[in-house]
């Protein structure tokens, strides 16, 4: 089954996010006969789909914004067809980018701009945005995606956005063992594509003690294009999952301590490394730009691999009953690196390294405390109120490689110096926030919500050189805001649900560009570091007929300071912004059997100057091309079930041929259809299988073609996506 949802609606038996969604009752009996669960509901009354992403619990009928949730059987369905969470997300939620099958997620964004990435509410983000935060846990690990769409200030810093909180597996019930061993090729070339996945999940409680593990083991193998041509590993030059090993383990382990109190240890890991024998060959034609694809060439020497290494660690505890209120207290701490590949960074004739191999440093220590007050039973008003405290530690730094030997190899060997120079210097964040955020039921059928933040920052750096070897002066600033959030959510009738809002999110700039770019003489006291705050406007509805369900959503984000990247080399760019779009979706049951539908996606952009007078568009690197997507699913037979689904990025033709800023070109239209189908073996077996880009389509995606402009990279990052590609997988339960 694949059930999407995305709103809770007045009188929906389930609400789904339309183009992937479909309405459980309808599928009760078929998800079971496929070995998965659901909740029956009768067709005319709400099932209440309830979310935390709002840092209370609460139905999505009842929250003024576009929440959208992804559920675990959809998740399963999807890595059926190839995908990971980047993937996922792109085809299944409106407003956000599409994947590339990769690590990175630079161009993926929520209506134009960035997301705030938490597991089970822990940070994975990090100020300088190394876009590597959508593959750090197994989809196997993953319960649910909640995705809150537009700007929100709820969980602090860096969601201007959106939220994207995934939620992992609960250990509960009785013990049970579930192993998954599966394979996957490319159809155009098998013999070097074989990668393999094994994955086990053990999970269950006894008495008051409850526990849950997850380990998961996968290794890739070589990616090509529908011409059969192997595509360079390090992808666009943001990396790729091609012949890469990654390992993925959660433990969890809770203990019911009365009938209050619930205290929860959560451990996660995740490591991934590339290990590859080919690079990309610098001997690509640099003429037409885009009109010659990166090719991959053979006899890479790397003296330190691309991959990346996450770590967090976590304490919950849940009382119940705290002077009447319900509380949530969350200890965290998390560790990350990521390692890219390296780069040509100029020809020799400038300062600083030529070749250089850049890696980032992070680690995030805090706490959050939130509490849930019913402040008036008979007026129907209750608060939500809490606090925050996060640290934050930084750097970039890089290894440096003998130009002369990669010369002499053809670009093939990156041979370090020993040397390890700074690119961006270690600095520290200290924020600190208070939140309440009320709820009035003003009618039955009114519910009015509004809010406020309010949110303290320390940035503090040390005196460093940067990478060409001038000094640039240390210091420390401080900056806090408040940020406020109103909405109303009136049901018309009991088939349509109206909602409107206001959102202020916020978000400081990503330090580690601006302190690279910092020039020698320079100090952090001049650079311009101040937070963005973004207004998100929006108003939609969600309606219920029968078996159709559809949803409308049009917003309108504006800042006065953005903070976009101005290419490889250049410093941010802070121009006011206006973003604007509209979602729709759309969900239709033929009949027990038979279910389509859709959803349409289309933001855009502009910056200003200060005083108001248009620059022009957005970049591509920010907006996305408009999105069109697709399903058709049918129940085969009661043991096999079949789902088509396409995923249209259509053109975004904004800037002039002779433009030579960064990002800011022509991008090519593409559909890609995949397949996916499960069938049930046995009452413990389930064999899940599919084909990623079905017919075999020869295309280029949205990011290749985003970075291949002036000022960022040439031909060699304008990598082919993968053609057809299969995927299987057995699932057994013991």
């Known amino acids: 089954m694949n059930s999407t949802i995305l709103l809770a609606q007045p009188c929906a038996s389930r609400t789904t996010h339309l183009p992937y969604q479909i309405l459980a009752a309808a599928l009760t009996s078929a998800c079971a006969s496929l070995g998965y669960a659901q909740d029956p509901a009768p067709e005319t009354s709400l099932s209440a789909v309830t979310v935390t992403a709002t840092r209370s619990e609460a139905t999505i009928d009842t929250v003024p914004q576009s929440i959208t949730v992804v559920r675990r059987e959809e998740i399963e369905q999807q890595v059926s067809a190839g995908s990971g969470l980047g993937d996922i997300l792109g085809k299944l939620v409106p407003g956000f980018g599409l994947g590339r099958e990769s690590p990175s997620t630079f161009t993926q964004t929520i209506r134009g701009r960035n997301i705030n990435v938490l597991i089970d509410g822990v940070p994975q983000s990090t100020n300088r945005n190394g876009a590597r935060i959508l593959t750090l846990i197994d989809p196997s690990a993953v319960e649910r995606i909640e995705v809150i769409r537009g700007a929100t200030a709820i969980y602090g810093d860096g969601a201007t956005g959106g939220v994207v909180n995934i939620i992992t597996r609960k250990g509960s019930g009785p013990v049970a063992h579930v192993t998954e061993v599966g394979g996957n090729l490319s159809l155009s070339h098998p013999s070097e594509s074989l990668g393999t996945t094994i994955r086990h999940t053990s999970s269950g409680s006894k008495d008051d003690l409850e526990f849950l593990a997850n380990v998961a083991a996968e290794q890739t193998g070589a990616f090509f294009d529908a011409d059969g041509d192997r595509i360079p590993p390090s992808g666009a030059n943001q990396g790729s999952l091609a012949e890469t090993r990654s390992y993925s383990v959660l433990g969890k382990l809770g203990y019911k301590l009365d009938a209050d109190q619930h205290i929860q240890l959560t451990a996660q890991a995740y490591k991934a490394d590339q290990d590859t024998n080919y690079t990309t060959d610098p001997g690509v034609p640099s003429v037409p730009l885009r009109g010659h694809k990166s090719r991959a060439i053979s006899g890479l020497e790397l003296d330190k691999n691309e991959g990346t290494e996450n770590s967090l660690l976590s304490l919950d505890y849940r009382n119940e009953d705290v002077w009447g209120s319900r509380m949530h207290a969350q200890l965290f701490t998390r560790d990350y690196k990521t390692v890219y590949a390296p780069f040509r960074r100029h020809d020799g004739t400038k300062p600083g390294p030529e070749l250089f191999q850049s890696f980032i440093d992070s680690s995030k220590n805090g706490g959050r405390l939130e509490f849930d007050t019913l402040l008036s039973e008979r007026h129907g008003l209750t608060m939500s109120w809490g606090a925050d405290h996060i640290r934050e530690s930084t750097s970039q730094s890089g290894y440096v490689h003998d130009p002369a030997i990669y010369a002499a190899s053809g670009g093939r060997t990156f ?47 040390g005196d460093y050189t940067n990478l060409n070897g001038g000094a640039v002066g240390g210091g420390e600033k401080r900056y806090s805001d408040t940020l406020y959030n109103i909405g109303a959510v009136f049901d018309l009738d009991e088939h349509i649900n109206l909602y409107a809002s206001y959102n202020q999110g916020f978000s400081l700039p990503d330090m580690g560009l601006t302190l690279r770019n910092a020039p020698a003489g320079s100090s952090f006291a001049t650079l311009n570091t101040q937070p963005q705050v973004v207004d998100n406007y929006e108003i939609g ?3 219920y007929w029968g078996s159709t369900e559809a949803s409308l959503a049009v917003f309108w984000s504006e800042n006065d300071l953005g903070a976009r990247s101005g290419g490889m080399n250049a410093p941010i760019v802070r121009a006011p912004e206006k973003i604007y779009g509209f979602e729709a979706t759309l969900d239709h049951r033929f009949s027990d059997t038979w279910r389509s539908g859709g ?22 690197d920010a907006i996305a091309p408009p999105k ?42 593409y559909a890609i259809l995949d397949w996916a189908s499960q069938y049930k073996v046995s009452k413990q077996g389930t064999l899940a299988f599919g084909i990623n880009n079905l017919l075999d389509k020869q295309y280029h995606n949205t990011f290749a073609q985003t970075v291949v402009t002036p000022g960022v990279y040439g031909n060699v990052a304008y990598a082919a996506a993968s053609g057809a590609t299969l995927h299987a997988t057995y699932k057994h339960a013991w």
Not at 657 to 668: E, K, L
């Open 599 to 620: 959803t349409f996606s289309w933001v855009e952009g502009k910056k200003y100057t200060a005083t108001g007078t248009e620059i022009g568009y957005l970049g591509n």
């Open 415 to 461: 041979q370090s110096t020993g040397e390890v120079r700074t690119w961006v210097p270690e600095y520290d964040i200290v924020s600190t926030g208070v939140f309440g955020q009320l709820e009035w039921q003003a009618t039955d059928r009114l519910i009015l919500r509004g809010g406020l933040r309010h949110e303290k920052f320390d940035v503090e750096v």
């Open 541 to 543: 509805v969600r309606t």
């Open 628 to 669: 069109l997507t697709l399903y058709l699913e049918h129940q085969t037979t009661p043991k096999w079930f079949n789902r088509l689904q396409l995923a249209y990025s259509a053109e975004r033709d904004r800037f002039p041929a002779s433009s030579t800023s960064p990002y800011q070109n022509r991008i090519d239209d």
